[in-house]
C-alpha cells in the first residue's frame, strides 16, 4: 500500500487550482482583448455613395471614411454636417467595402459655419437695458438684431472679472447687466425671437484676477491661490522667472489686477472650465477663447525649442480643455461651436478642435485705409497647408490701450473715413471667403480713448452719435442678407414661364395685346426671358436703317422692350419680368464706337477682348479656344481641322470673351443697363462662370491666378447690376447657373463667389426621354436632393428649372420638341412640375421660345416654320396642360 503523503497532495491541489485560476485570466484578459471597443469622435458631412446599390457614409472634416450601419433616416441626407460618436465595428457583416464599419452611439446635426453670410460683433447683450437711463432698450437690441439679421452674434457675453450671480437692482453692477441671471435672461428672450442666430459667449485663457471666483460652485479664491495658479516657466527647468513674466503680462495681456496663468494647472483648468459652463448653462451656442494658444507659444519662443516639454504640455492642455467644452456641451444635449485666433498654425502640433478661427486687422490696415493682401493671403495659406478648413472671422480687436485696431479705428478716422473703411473691408474680405464681423457694439477703445460712445463709455458703439456708423453696417448687412432675403419675392414664385421674346410676335401675327391675354389666362409671379440681349441692340429700329424692317417685325429695339413692359406692368404690376445677357458672347461690332454698325477696325479691337489663355500664362492659345467655341456655335464645321488665327477671327461671327478684360466688362453690363432703365426686374446671365470652370480645366488647379480672377470678374459684375438697380430706387434680381448636374456629378461655384439671387438648373436630356428605356420624367431623385441641399446650404437661395437649350447634339429643348410626342411632353411636363415642387424647386413652363436645336437636324418646326418653341404651335400643343398646371399651382 502506497503512503500518501498529506502535505503533497495539498501543494499539488493548490498548484492546478493556481494554474487553472491563471489561465482563467488568461481566457478573461484575451477575451476581454477581443471586445475592447474604440470609440472614435468627430465631426464631418454625410456622403451619399452611388456605389453597390447606394448608401450613405460619413466623411470626417480629416478625410476619414466611415460607414454607419445604424444611421437614422433623418440623417441620410448627402452634404448634411454632423457631430458624431461611435464605436467601431469588426464583426458586422456588409456588403459595402467603402469606410471602416461604426455603430453610432450619439450624433447631432450641426451648422456649417462656412454659411455664414452676416456677423456682428455685440458684448455684450446686456449692456444699458438694465441702466435706469436706458440708453438702450432690450426692444432697441431686438430691433438691432432685425435691421442687420446676422447668423452668429459674436462675443454676447466676456468674462473678464468674477461675475455675480444675481444682485440687487439698485446695484451698480447689476444696472451694468453684469451678472449671470441677467445675461441668462435676456439670452434666453432673444433665443426665442432669433430661433435660428448663432449666439457666440467668450473667455479669457489669458487672465485670472488676483482674486477669482467660480461661477459654478460659487468657491472664491484668494490672491495666494490664483498665485499659485500663475504661470511659472521654471516648473520645466526653463531660466525664466515667474516673476519677470507676471509683471510683463500685467503691462499688457492681463491688466495690473490679473495674473497670466498656467493652463497645465488642475486648479486653474477647473476654474476656467467653470466659467465656459456657466455661459453654456446660460444657453450659448458657441465660446470664443481669447487668447487659447498664447501659453505654448510663449514657452516655445523662451525656449526656442516648439518640442520642448512645456509646450508640448500645454498644447495637451488646451485639447483636454477643449474636449471637456464638447462633453459638456453634449452633456447638455447641444454641439458648442468653439473659435480662437488661428495662430496654432505657427507650432507643430496636430489641429485643435475648433469650429471657426479670428484673425485680427491690424491697426496700420486701420490707419492707412488699405487691407494688406498679402498678409491675409500668407494667413490664408498657412492654414491651408494645415488642412485647416474653417471659416476665417476678421474682426477689429482692441487691448487695454487705444493702440489696436479697434482703438485707432475708434479715435483717428472720421465718421466718414470709418463708413469708408467698413465698405472696404466688407468688399475685400467677401472676395477672399472671410467673414467680416462688423462692429455693432462693445470693445474696449482703450483707457487712454478720448472720443467716448454717448459721451461716456470706452465701449465702441456703431448708433453713437460719436461715432454713427450702424446705417452703414445695416446696409452692408441687408446687402448680404439681401442675397436671401431680398428674395423673399422670388423664393414666394408660384407660378413661373418662359416667354423669349414678348416683342417677336410680328412673327407669328401675336401682338403684345395677344400676350397680355395669354398671361391673362396663366397669371404668372415671373416672365423668364422675357427678352434677351444677345446680338447688338439698338434704342430703336431707325439706328439700323439697313435692317429695320426686320428689327420691327421681330421687337429687336430697347424702344419694344419698354413699351412691352410699359404694358405688361399695367395688367400685372407685380410680376417680376425677367431680361438676360450672355456673358460667352461678344459681336465684334459692339468693339466699335456706334456698337451696331460692324467697322473695319472692329474685329480686331473685339479680338483683343477675346479670351486668351495665354495671359495667364496657360499653354493652351487663343486661336485654339476660340476655335474650340466656333465649332460650338457652327462657325467652323465639328470636323473642320481649325483655321489659321486670322482666317477665324473672320468667320466667327462672335468670340468668346475675356470677363476679366475691362473693356467687355464695360460692353455687357451696357447691355444690362440698358434693359434695367426699361423697367426688368431681374437679369438672366447665362455661363457667368464658364470661363472660370474652363481655366480649372486647363489648369486642373482651383486656385490658379486665371480660375481666382474669372470668378472675381464674375463676381464684380453681379455686384455692380446690384449697386446700378439701387441707384434707381430698385433692387434687381441676378440669376445664373451655379451647381449644375453634369452626368452623375455636380458641378459647384466656390461659394465666396456666389453674389447672384437665384440659381438655375435644368433636367439632363436622359430625364426628359431616357434614349435607352425610353422612359419619360425620370428623374435621379439622389442627384437631385445632393444639388438641392448645395444650393439651399451653401448658397441659400432659391432655385429655378427650365428646359435647357443652345449648343451641338441632344439637347434638353432637342428631347423635349422633337423625341417626344404631344401625349409625352404633356406628361413630362407633369412629372417635372411633381418632381420639382416636391423638391422645393420653381419649374418654369417652357410657353414661348428658345431654339429647338441645329439647322437641319430639328425636323418638326413651331408652325412648320421656326425653329423656336412655341407651346400653343400645332405642333406641340402643350399650352392647356401648362393652362391647367398653372392654375392648379394657383389654388394650392
Known sequence: MVKVNKNKIILIVFGILGILFFFAYLIGWSFQRTFEVEIVTAKGTIRYIPLEGGFYGIETDKGERYFPLNLKVEFKKDGLRVWFRAKMRKDAATIHMWGKQIEILDIKHIKDLRQIRVAILYQRITD???????????????RI????????????????????????????????????????????????????????????????????????????????????????????????????????????????????PDIT???????????????????????????????????????????????????????????????????????????????????????????????????????????????????????????????ILAVLDWSLTANSSLGQFSQKLTKDEQKEFLKK??????????????????????????????????????????????????????????????????????????????????????????????????????????????KPCPDKCSDLPQWEEKCKLFGYSYEHLRAAISKIKSEFPNVIFCGGVQAEFLYPEEAGESHLILEPDDREKAWQMALDPRKWGIDESKKDIQCYWA???????????????EELKQ?????????????????????????????????????????????????????????????????????????YGE??????????????IRGSSIIEVPEKYVNVDAAMVSPLPDEIKDKTTGKVGDFNEELWDKLVNIVGEKYGIPIFARIDYGGPGRTQLYVFSQELSKEEAREFLIRADEFFSKKGIIFIYPLHGGDMGRPGLVKKLSYGRFNWYDALAPEFETYETIRDLAKSKRHS
Open 128 to 142: 444699458g437695458i438694465y441702466n435706469p437711463s436706458k440708453w438702450r432698450t432690450y426692444d432697441d437690441l431686438v
Open 145 to 260: 438684431l432685425k435691421e442687420t439679421d446676422p447668423d452668429l452674434v459674436f462675443r454676447v457675453w466676456w468674462r473678464w472679472i468674477p461675475t455675480p450671480e444675481s444682485l440687487p437692482p439698485t446695484h451698480a453692477a447689476y444696472q451694468a447687466g453684469h451678472t449671470y441671471q441677467q445675461f441668462e435672461e435676456t439670452l434666453k428672450k432673444l433665443k426665442k425671437e432669433f430661433p435660428n442666430i448663432i449666439f457666440i459667449g467668450a473667455v479669457p485663457a489669458q487672465r485670472i484676477a488676483l482674486k477669482e471666483r467660480n461661477p459654478l460652485t460659487g468657491r472664491i479664491y484668494s490672491q495666494n491661490e490664483t498665485w499659485q495658479m500663475a504661470l511659472d516657466p521654471r516648473k520645466w527647468g526653463i531660466n525664466y522667472s515667474k516673476e519677470k513674466l507676471q509683471r510683463l503680462a500685467q503691462k499688457g495681456p492681463t491688466g495690473q489686477y490679473g495674473y497670466f
Open 265 to 391: 494647472n488642475k486648479k486653474f483648468q477647473d476654474l476656467f472650465l467653470s466659467w465656459a459652463k456657466r455661459q453654456i448653462d446660460a444657453g450659448v451656442d458657441g465660446l470664443w477663447i481669447d487668447m487659447l494658444f498664447a501659453q505654448p507659444r510663449f514657452l516655445a519662443e523662451i525656449t526656442k525649442n516648439p518640442n520642448h516639454t512645456s509646450v508640448k504640455e500645454s498644447w495637451q492642455a488646451i485639447d483636454h480643455l477643449l474636449k471637456e467644452i464638447r462633453n459638456y456641451g453634449m452633456e447638455k444635449g447641444k454641439y458648442i461651436y468653439i473659435g480662437s485666433f488661428w495662430t496654432f498654425v505657427e507650432l507643430p502640433y496636430p489641429t485643435p478642435d475648433l469650429d471657426f478661427v479670428t484673425v485680427a486687422l491690424t491697426k496700420e490696415e486701420v490707419l492707412n485705409m488699405e487691407l494688406n493682401e498679402s498678409r491675409w493671403d500668407e494667413i490664408i495659406s498657412k492654414l491651408k497647408k494645415r488642412n485647416v478648413d474653417l471659416p
Open 425 to 534: 473691408a466688407d468688399e475685400f474680405f467677401s472676395k477672399k471667403g472671410i467673414i467680416f464681423v462688423f462692429p455693432v457694439h462693445g470693445g474696449f477703445m482703450g483707457k487712454d480713448a478720448k472720443i467716448l460712445s454717448f459721451g461716456e463709455s470706452k465701449n465702441y458703439d456703431a448708433l453713437a452719435p460719436e461715432f454713427q456708423t450702424y446705417e452703414t453696417i445695416k446696409e452692408l448687412a441687408q446687402k448680404k442678407r439681401g442675397i436671401k432675403k431680398s428674395l423673399g419675392k422670388l423664393g414666394n414664385i408660384k407660378v413661373a414661364i418662359q416667354y423669349r421674346y414678348v416683342t417677336d410676335g410680328g412673327v407669328v401675327n401675336r401682338s403684345i395685346d395677344d400676350v397680355i391675354e395669354i398671361l391673362k389666362e396663366l397669371k404668372p409671379d415671373f416672365i423668364f426671358l422675357g427678352w434677351l440681349t444677345q
Open 631 to 645: 465649332k460650338r456655335w457652327g462657325d467652323i464645321g465639328e470636323g473642320e481641322a481649325c483655321p489659321s488665327e
Open 651 to 723: 468667320r466667327m461671327k462672335k468670340y468668346f470673351p475675356d470677363i476679366t478684360n475691362p473693356d467687355f466688362q464695360k460692353i455687357f453690363l451696357d447691355r444690362i443697363y440698358k434693359q434695367i432703365d426699361a423697367g426688368v426686374d431681374a437679369i438672366w446671365i447665362d455661363m457667368l462662370y464658364m470661363q472660370a470652370h474652363l481655366m480649372e480645366i486647363l489648369t486642373k488647379d482651383p486656385e490658379h491666378p486665371a480660375v481666382k480672377e474669372s470668378y472675381e470678374a464674375a463676381w464684380k459684375i453681379v455686384n455692380k447690376i446690384h449697386e
Open 727 to 740: 441707384r434707381k430706387g430698385r433692387y434687381i434680381y441676378v440669376i445664373t447657373w451655379v451647381a449644375v
